[in-house]
């Protein structure tokens, strides 16, 4: 960019498009950005796509503020030479901006895509927060993560930062890098009742699920009740409360606890009062075992 901008300065510079160049760096100068587009598209076709000329070619597109034709010469031109990232870079965050401040996230990201590929840390950081809400809304968890997880720590910041990390984080499979995420947002007090607060507690109580599920079968006992606890006390997702009292009883039991299996036991029977459902059905048979003996 600072090659670029002395050129500019000096009105041209001695490389490959000559006097087309030098005539669309002399009208660039001059703020007559249309004329130099023209310049500089007859200098690509008496020389070729030299990255000098599509450097200066990108450039005048995005001066222009037509953000969209510029990312399709800067992506030819990094193809050509990648020293050219910082310009793109600023010069398509700047029209990225742009397209957010007049509500078209759509081609925000597009214009984004490209650095954010290159480099992370070439986005300001508010750009990335709302890339990363774009990528979340959509469903992209894949897209949406790295930014978020690129985002300053600030304790001050928007507990929706939290709230998308976590389900990106469960929608990816990792629940238990999730769980961290959701108590430090439900801990921050969201808006109670409100669909996102829900939201994060019924999910929370889902991997909270899933991963005692996952420390039970790697015998990892203790730290299986403490998450089903954490469950029982959430009391969402309800209908995983029976599984998650039924479970407890049979980590219990294989504890060596048999009485506080029983009490585990018994609440999934007061939580199916009916016993229609398959887990209060088990669970009266490990009722039966215990208090009467036998397999």
Not at 244 to 263: C, H, I, S, T
């Amino acid at each position: 960019m600072a090659v670029l901008t002395a050129c500019l300065a000096v009105g041209a510079c001695t490389q490959a498009g000559g006097d087309a160049l030098g005539r669309g760096d002399r009208l660039l100068t001059q703020d007559r950005t249309q004329e130099a587009i023209a310049e500089y598209r007859l200098a690509e076709r008496q020389n070729g796509s030299d990255p000098t000329i599509l450097a200066r070619l990108a450039h005048a597109y995005a001066l222009q503020g037509d953000g969209e034709t510029a990312l399709q010469v800067y992506d030819r031109l990094l193809k050509a030479d990648s020293a050219y990232r910082y310009q793109a870079a600023t010069d398509l965050t700047t029209a990225a901006r742009d397209a957010s401040e007049r509500g078209n996230d759509d081609e925000m990201a597009r214009l984004l895509r490209p650095i954010v590929t290159s480099s992370l840390s070439l986005v300001p950081p508010d750009l990335r927060r709302k890339l990363a809400d774009h990528d979340f809304d959509r469903g992209d968890y894949e897209a949406a993560l790295p930014l978020l997880l690129s985002l300053p720590e600030d304790p001050g910041a928007d507990s929706r930062v939290l709230y998308e990390t976590a389900r990106s984080f469960e929608e990816l499979g990792g629940c238990g890098e999730a769980l961290g995420y959701f108590r430090r947002y439900l801990d921050a007090g969201p808006s109670e009742g409100s669909a996102e607060a829900n939201s994060a507690r019924w999910h929370y109580g889902n991997c909270l699920y899933t991963v005692a599920a996952q420390q039970r079968r790697s015998g990892r006992a203790v730290a299986a009740l403490a998450s089903l606890d954490s469950l029982v006390s959430v009391g969402v997702p309800r209908t995983l409360q029976d599984r998650a009292q039924y479970m407890r009883g049979e980590v219990l039991l294989e504890q060596g606890r048999p009485q506080d299996a029983l009490e585990a036991f018994e609440a999934v029977l007061r939580l199916d009062p009916a016993r229609t459902g398959p887990t209060a059905r088990q669970a009266e048979e490990r009722i039966r075992q215990i208090r009467y003996g036998g397999d």
